[in-house]
T-cell receptor, first 112, second 116 residues
Framework: SQKIEQNSEALNIQEGKTATLTCNYT??????LQWYRQDPGRGPVFLLL?????KEKRKERLKVTFDTTLKQSLFHITASQPADSATYLC???????????FGKGTTLSVSS | GAVVSQHPSRVICKSGTSVKIECRSL??????MFWYRQFPKQSLMLMAT?????????EQGVEKDKFLINHASLTLSTLTVTSAHPEDSSFYIC????????????FGPGTRLTVL
């Protein structure tokens, strides 16, 4: 069955550094992958979608890469700020194409 | 962007009672809505897919008689947890697709259910 793994449960970095989060998937070849941000006690908020034919996508300080050979996506936040502290989730559409399934998330803490 | 609301935001109930959670798409019509459950420090687990005007599709292991889903209109889906027990305590989140060819889902703020 499909599996999504976000290798780090937690990542702590200093303000101003670049945060890099990893998402790996198995038993599946998704047409696209999405990244969401979730704050405690809140629903996820969509950040970026990257398609299989796109190697890289950027939005302000965010950058996502998608390597379909490695079955991996990397999510980067440059010039990180304490306000970036949150849990970041990667998501793929299930094989039936009917809904999103999520990784467990990586909780990022940016200290000043 | 599209807005999805949920009501109530938190509810505490006694064991054995039923609880209804509403999910509304405020500025768009959602043919399909999704219900997720999230336990502490765990990811969102899809419970069911709710289609307007038809029966919901439940994921394996989710009891359809316990988690009743109704999607009576293009802007409203409800989840009723029947005969709730303490193990049903969780964070319930709904989402809706924006449609129009986009693959993005918009999530509600979630409902924290505590069953005593």
């Amino acid at each position: 069955s499909q599996k999504i793994e976000q290798n780090s449960e937690a990542l702590n970095i200093q303000e101003g550094k670049t945060a890099t989060l990893t998402c790996n998937y198995t038993n599946y070849s998704p047409a696209y992958l999405q990244w969401y941000r979730q704050d405690p006690g809140r629903g996820p908020v969509f950040l970026l979608l990257i398609r299989e034919n796109e190697k890289e996508k950027r939005k302000e300080r965010l950058k996502v890469t998608f390597d379909t050979t490695l079955k991996q996506s990397l999510f980067h936040i440059t010039a990180s700020q304490p306000a970036d502290s949150a849990t970041y989730l990667c998501a793929l559409r299930n094989q039936a194409g009917t809904a999103l399934i999520f990784g467990k998330g990586t909780t990022l803490s940016v200290s000043s | 962007g599209a807005v999805v609301s949920q009501h109530p935001s938190r509810v505490i109930c006694k064991s054995g009672t039923s609880v209804k959670i509403e999910c509304r798409s405020l500025d768009f019509q959602a043919t399909t809505m999704f219900w997720y459950r999230q336990f502490p420090k765990q990811s969102l687990m899809l419970m069911a897919t709710s289609n307007e005007g038809s029966k919901a599709t439940y994921e394996q292991g989710v009891e359809k008689d316990k988690f009743l889903i109704n999607h009576a209109s293009l802007t409203l889906s409800t989840l009723t947890v029947t005969s709730a027990h303490p193990e049903d305590s969780s964070f319930y989140i709904c989402s809706a697709g924006a449609g129009g060819g986009t693959d993005t889902q918009y999530f509600g703020p979630g409902t924290r259910l505590t069953v005593l």
